[in-house]
């Protein structure tokens, strides 16, 4: 009995670090171009979480963190947010997603979902606190209102085009072996 | 000679008839009997004229469909080509009427020099309303730079790159801005809110603000240029246990239709800073 893999310039692991780049790129591309002028009240799709999110949460993925750290840093320069922000908050959505993998491996969709949930949470709850240290005002149930809610209900709503996508990519990345 | 006579009376007799049938049909008097005669020739013609047309049709016809599938084609692809001729020349006109109006508005306020630059991306995270422009330090922008359009204030810059730059809107939440009302000269304090909204803050009491008011930069704290256009007050609210009136401003900037604006490249913030006291200074 062996075992069949596809030859390839870069290992796998090096090659989906990355391919990283020109996926996450231009979803940041897509979201600062055009996701971003279709606000639902106040409230928009945060593509590279959803990816983010997605592809933490393939079964072969090893380079979450790398993801993490390249989506993060590629927010931080298109957003007047400080740097830290986006990094912490993807940081804490990579975590989060790690855990929903293993705990709910079998469902990776209902871990997706529950993700995106979450992770809208946690990265509105980032971006609040920092403002809030930076001395902007913002009142916490209109931002609840109008920001939160509705970018939760978008992300939902892209959750599963944007999985799919991403996994249709991990599998090209890190196909199945296959026995002969 | 009786034969040539003969012959003589046939030919006078015939050329009677003819004359005969002549005057018969000038006077209308034969059309019963030519319809008679003539309807079933013109059927019988009509008939193989059809018959034969079919049968042509039947045979040229392969051609024909090709050709005219070939021309169909081409007059489609003609068709796509001239749509996107019209989408680009309205696209252009669009921008032609948005760049006069620029020009307008830059002739109307000379001392002032412009960079005009177009609106590129928006900001990412929906909590920061901030756009970015395709003009950065190589154009000679920098940070503070008051942003225009032809309707009035947009904002000032907060952040240069080479090639762009990131303009904080006056509807962010962290925006303030000075401003003069008119006519009651009244000085008030423009902030941004969560909900794109904006207010004013600090009118004394003792304005005279009314709806329709006009809000202009007032130049004070150094950040701004005087006499920009902001908006109009839309609705006062003034309460006497409060110390200032406050107000909402209806923009004449519609934030979420940008696509060109102007930066002002000759005014240069001024930083107060060092002027403001701080708790525990002499």
């Known amino acids: 009995m062996s075992t069949t893999t596809t030859t390839r310039l870069f290992p796998a692991s090096t090659l989906a670090t990355l391919i990283a780049i020109p996926v996450l790129g231009g979803l940041m591309i897509l979201q600062t171009s055009l996701v971003s002028r279709f606000p639902l009240l106040r409230g928009t799709t945060d593509l590279v979480m959803l990816a983010l999110i997605a592809w933490t949460l393939q079964k072969k993925v090893t380079t979450a963190w790398q993801w993490c750290l390249i989506g993060g840093f590629m927010f931080g320069i298109a957003s007047a947010l400080p740097v830290a922000a986006p990094l912490v908050s993807y940081a804490l959505i990579t975590w989060l997603a790690l855990v929903f ?11 997706m979902f529950a993700t995106t949930f979450l992770g809208t949470f946690i990265s509105h709850a980032v971006s609040y ?8 005002p913002l009142p916490l149930v209109e931002a609840f209102n109008l920001i939160t809610l509705p970018s939760m209900l978008l992300n939902l709503l892209m959750a599963v085009p944007i999985y799919a996508l991403i996994s249709d990519l991990a599998k090209w990345l890190h196909p199945e072996e296959l026995e002969v | 000679m009786n034969s040539s006579v003969t012959r003589s009376l046939q030919t006078i007799v015939l050329i009677l008839i003819a004359l005969g049938l ?7 008097f034969l059309t019963p009997i030519s319809r008679i005669i003539l309807t079933p020739i013109i059927s019988t013609q009509t008939w193989i004229a059809s018959r034969y047309q079919a049968v042509q049709s039947y045979l040229s016809a392969p051609q024909d469909i090709a050709n005219l599938r070939q021309e169909n084609t081409q007059l489609r692809a003609e068709n796509s080509s001239l749509q996107t001729q019209i989408i680009e020349l309205q696209q252009q006109l669009a921008e ?14 000379p001392e002032n020099r412009y960079q005009a630059a177009a609106v590129i991306n928006r900001d990412p995270s929906p909590f920061m309303q901030y756009v970015i422009i395709n003009r950065g330090s190589d154009d000679g922008l920098r940070r503070g730079m008051p942003v225009v ?3 009035g204030l947009v904002s000032r810059i907060t952040a240069v ?10 509807t962010d939440p962290a925006s303030t801005v000075n401003v003069r009302l008119e006519p009651s000269q009244a000085a008030a ?14 009118i004394p009491q003792g304005a005279n603000v009314e709806s329709g008011n006009l809000a202009l930069t007032s130049g004070l704290g150094g950040n701004f240029p005087p006499n ?5 007050v839309a609705g006062v609210r003034s309460r006497d246990q409060d110390l200032f009136q406050r107000a909402a401003i209806q923009p004449v900037v519609d934030f979420s239709q940008i696509e060109i604006v102007l930066v002002i490249t000759n005014f240069r913030p001024v930083d107060i800073s060092p002027l403001i006291p701080t708790p525990g200074a002499p």
């Open chain 1, 101 to 111: 993998r293993r705990r709910v491996w079998q469902v990776p969709l209902l871990a």
């Open chain 1, 129 to 136: 606190v920092t403002l809030a240290l930076f001395g902007v």
């Open chain 2, 22 to 28: 002549i005057a018969l049909a000038l006077g209308g």
């Open chain 2, 96 to 109: 032609t009427s948005i760049l006069s109006a620029l020009v307008d508005f830059a002739r109307a306020n």
């Open chain 2, 149 to 151: 359009t032809q309707q």
């Open chain 2, 161 to 170: 790159t080479a090639g762009a730059a990131h303009v904080q809107l006056i």
């Open chain 2, 189 to 202: 304090v423009l902030t941004g809110s969560i909900s794109g909204d904006l207010s004013l803050d600090m």
């Open chain 2, 228 to 232: 920009i256009l902001i908006g109009q």
